[in-house]
């Protein structure tokens, strides 16, 4: 396993870009969808990015390595165990019916629930909270992978604050059928022209041992 984990650590500094095999963007679309690609083996690594206040994007830091390393069973359902490399963190999540759900029951994606509020979060007690909803419709996104159709699981953030000054913001997670979030787009939130992210560069499988 350490092996493996070090294999995706160094997969995250040397691409530069990287496409799933056998995924084209052009190619006519299957009956079926998997946007939460939960399986063990399955591989993402993000650059970092950041946009300063007249737009312009500068990748920074070193690259966020994610790996399904196996799954687990929690209150009778199945859930894959999802380790973050540089943070030495494990998620737990499940797909249901269409939604990625961990394992407090928050849910951090839908393909099918649109406009509705799925998940309430906050940023900090008497700070702002945050409404994570999926947008309707598809949203083109290009990567150095290629571009992609994408659904937008969106954050509306809302100060509790009476004097904030830059009113409602948004955060944006945009999701691709056959390789999951792609990416990513949030802000400062005492400076919302500055934004932050990650986005997708590699995706594959390895065999987990």
Not at 32 to 42: A, P
Not at 102 to 109: Q, T, V
Not at 165 to 174: A, D, R, S
């Amino acid at each position: 396993m350490k092996r493996v984990i070090f294999l995706i650590a160094l997969l995250g500094i040397i691409f530069t870009s990287c496409k799933k095999d056998g995924k084209d963007d052009t190619a006519n679309p299957s009956t079926s969808t998997d946007y939460t690609q939960l399986k063990v083996g399955n591989y993402r690594v993000y650059e970092r990015y950041r946009i300063d206040t007249i737009g312009n994007e500068t990748v920074f830091g070193d690259p966020d390595s994610l790996i399904i390393t196996g799954d687990t069973l929690i209150r009778g359902n199945l859930y894959f165990k999802e380790f973050n490399v540089g943070q030495e963190h494990t998620s737990y999540l499940r797909d249901s019916s269409g939604c990625l759900v961990n394992e407090l029951g928050e849910i951090l994606f839908s393909e099918k629930n649109f406009n509705k509020v799925l998940r309430v979060d906050t940023i900090a007690p008497s700070l702002a909270f945050v409404e994570y909803q999926m947008v309707e419709g598809d949203t083109m996104i290009s990567i150095s992978m290629g571009s992609y159709a994408c659904l937008d699981y969106r954050g509306t953030v809302t100060s509790l604050q009476p004097d904030y000054p830059h009113g409602t913001q948004y955060t944006y997670y945009f999701w691709a059928d056959g390789l999951g979030m792609i990416k990513s787009n949030a802000y400062f939130y005492n400076n919302p022209s500055l934004r932050t992210g990650q986005r997708l560069k590699a995706f594959g499988q390895v065999e987990i041992e």
